[in-house]
């Protein structure tokens, strides 16, 4: 059964034109757009219908190592097997240098025929590269042709480098797989991180091990709820709670997360001028600034309060708006308070 964790969100998402200049609807930002077409010579394109049917073919055949649910392999011929000699570049070790190697055997009596390296220009077989979001091709992927940078970190230019750090791809989570003389082979997995956001509404963290699959019994639920009340009670029940992690996207009117990929990253707050911003160390509420620079920790979600005085409300009643600086991806969070 799931772990289900029930936080207290107030606010509900809207776009603001004039408040937050960096605010926009769109999950993928426009510097990064701008970025992935100076940065590669881009000519991965979608894979068209033909290409799927392909590649469902070659899955029916496919099973991937790290998962331990595979079958034993049947005694059919010709029996064909893709291997992969991965090293660090020794300038950069989150750079992998991909050599690509291939077996073959016809029958029980034939001999081995293999192929190490092989050439990924098609020279010596055939040779295609795909990349799929997620872990399966499902109904969409990209085809990467040979001799070019895809998404600014896929090099085919000379053999396959993989730079990790300079993958720009859509946020979300992507598997590289090669196809050799008809077999299929999973290279590379990876995940592009979300922004980091105010989360607005309802949402859903997800977590993966080292094999990309998601951690069932750590997936956690989040309830958006919708109301504070002024107080001049520094007490923490009296508080709105506001989580800062990675948005990746939406699904079923959920916001997505991955708090793993949020571990490390550092950010500023802005906010409407009435809120008051807060943490709570060992039980006692302090005291923060917007010019405060926060890092997420371990738990990849920080979680501060907000809390305003009646004394700064002119009305009975107003809307405070808040969101990470220099943000893009989602509205910002808005709270509405009342007077006591």
Not at 110 to 130: I, Q
Not at 235 to 240: E, G, K, N, P, Q
Not at 283 to 290: F, K, V, Y
Not at 311 to 335: C, R
Request: proline share 4%; net charge negative; hydrophobic share 40%.
């Amino acid at each position: 059964m799931n772990k289900m964790i029930k936080g207290a969100f107030v606010g509900a998402a809207v776009v603001l034109s004039c408040f937050f200049a960096a605010c926009s609807d769109t999950g993928t930002s426009g510097d990064d757009v701008s970025k992935m077409s100076q940065e590669e010579n881009t000519s991965h394109v979608l894979m068209s219908k033909t290409d799927l049917d392909l590649i469902n073919s070659y899955w029916n055949d496919f099973c991937d190592e790290d998962d331990e649910s595979c079958d034993e392999e049947e005694e059919t011929y010709p029996k064909k097997a893709i291997s992969l000699n991965k090293t660090k570049d020794k300038f950069d070790k989150s750079v992998d240098v991909v050599e690509i190697c291939y077996t073959k055997l016809e029958s029980p009596d034939a001999e081995e025929v293999t192929v190490c390296p092989v050439n990924l220009d098609g020279s010596d077989l055939p040779v295609k590269f795909f990349l799929a979001a997620g872990t399966t091709f499902a109904d969409s992927g990209y085809v990467l042709e040979y001799g070019k940078v895809h998404f600014g970190g896929i090099d085919l230019t000379d053999g396959l480098v993989i730079r990790k750090k300079k993958i720009l791809t859509p946020v979300g989570r992507y598997t590289l797989f090669v196809v050799v003389d008809g077999s299929l082979k999973k290279v590379a997995s990876f995940r592009r991180a979300g922004d980091l956001e105010v989360i607005p509404g309802d949402a859903v963290a997800y977590y993966y091990d080292e094999n990309d699959r998601v951690i069932e019994n750590l997936t956690a639920s989040y309830k958006f709820v919708g109301a504070g009340v002024a107080t001049n009670n520094l007490s923490l029940a009296m508080f709105v709670p506001v989580y800062i992690s990675a948005i990746t996207g939406e699904e079923d009117g959920k916001y997505i997360l991955q708090p793993q990929d949020a571990v490390g990253m550092s950010y500023t707050l802005i906010a409407s001028p009435e809120v008051k911003l807060f943490t709570v160390i060992a039980g006692e509420a302090i005291a923060l600034s917007l010019s405060d620079v926060r890092t997420i920790g371990n738990s990849g979600i920080d979680t501060l309060y907000a809390m305003v005085y009646p004394s700064d409300m002119e009305q009975d009643e107003i809307t405070v708006h808040l969101k990470v600086s220099g943000s893009s991806g989602v509205p910002a969070a808005e709270i509405v308070f009342k007077k006591p």
